[in-house]
């Protein structure tokens, strides 16, 4: 089978019979699209009851969740109140929360001197303070759980070079530096705390962003083509890797950088030929 074809034949959303998180309560922060989205779809299929958290959703009805299901409820990540009021109406309706999934965020496209103070601020208020936000009001929820776990969405730019991302690598190096930071303040309480570090991935930022290039098929041969695997990485890999690192059988896995990158930051090879 051709490793470079879109993994939709060789990877399925869920593992049967797996249901390691049966009786567990997961919040995705960012859950109504992309790599949120899938990341609610296979947690709920290994058995979670699951709290969509997101903006742009209207809350869902969510009296006495059973495994599997999943409700929605809306949360402004740039915003402490509407946080606080998202985690505790998860809490008073599953009656507890194990697991969050920092996943909101936003991207930016320029070099250091392309976006304004403002541009600097609405990226990190997002990006950083607003996973700081979720976790701060979830983590007195954790620690109650037997199997607490976050999970941080980084990118590659926290990492590697890529032009014209100033200020969302800037905003992804620190959550980098969160995770880690977090992963050893919150070792004693039982929370385990990872990132996982996706590639360019198949979102609809990405799209929007190659929807408007000049040459849109020349753009996204770019991005495919400085990646060793020779494709984008899709929303549903990241989710597997997300869900890996909030699961209990990865119970001695705590401040981890998981990428899940095509190969971008481990491997180099000779230029494809034409």
């Known amino acids: ?12 959303l869920g593992v049967p019979g797996m249901s390691d998180f049966t009786g567990l309560v997961a919040a995705v922060t960012g859950g109504a699209s992309g790599i949120g989205a899938a990341t609610v779809a296979l947690l709920s299929a290994r058995g979670a009851a699951v709290a969509s958290l997101d903006v742009s959703i209207a809350e869902s009805a969510a009296a006495a969740p ?31 929360l194990d697991v969050l999934v920092n996943n909101a965020g936003i991207g930016a496209v320029g070099d250091v001197t392309a976006n304004s103070d403002d541009e600097w601020l609405r990226v990190f208020d997002v990006n950083v303070f607003g996973m700081a936000r979720a976790s701060r009001a ?34 992804k190096g620190a959550v980098a530096a969160l995770t880690l930071a977090m992963a050893a303040d919150h070792v004693a309480d039982g929370i385990r705390v990872n990132a996982v570090i996706p590639g360019t991935a198949e979102t609809p930022w990405v799209v929007r962003l190659l929807d408007a290039a000049d040459d849109p098929v020349a753009a996204r041969a770019a991005l495919e083509g400085r990646q060793p695997m020779g494709r984008l ?25 998981l990428p899940v990158d095509g190969g971008v930051i481990g491997v ?5 030929q034409s």
């Open 233 to 257: 990485v899709t929303a549903d890999e990241v989710a597997h890797a997300i869900t890996y690192l909030a699961s209990p059988l990865a119970s001695s896995t705590t401040g981890v950088l």
């Open 138 to 171: 979830a983590v007195p929820h954790l620690r109650l759980s037997p199997s607490a776990a976050i999970v941080n969405v980084c990118s590659i730019v926290a990492q590697v070079g890529l032009p014209q991302r100033a200020v969302y690598a800037a905003s």
């Open 66 to 96: 059973s495994a599997g299901e999943v409700h929605s409820f809306a949360c402004d990540v740039r915003d402490a109140a509407s946080v606080d009021a998202a985690i505790a109406a998860v809490v008073a309706a599953y009656g507890r």
């Open 268 to 272: 180099r090879i000779p230029p494809r």
């Open 1 to 12: 089978m051709d490793s470079t074809a879109p993994p939709s034949s060789r990877f399925r």
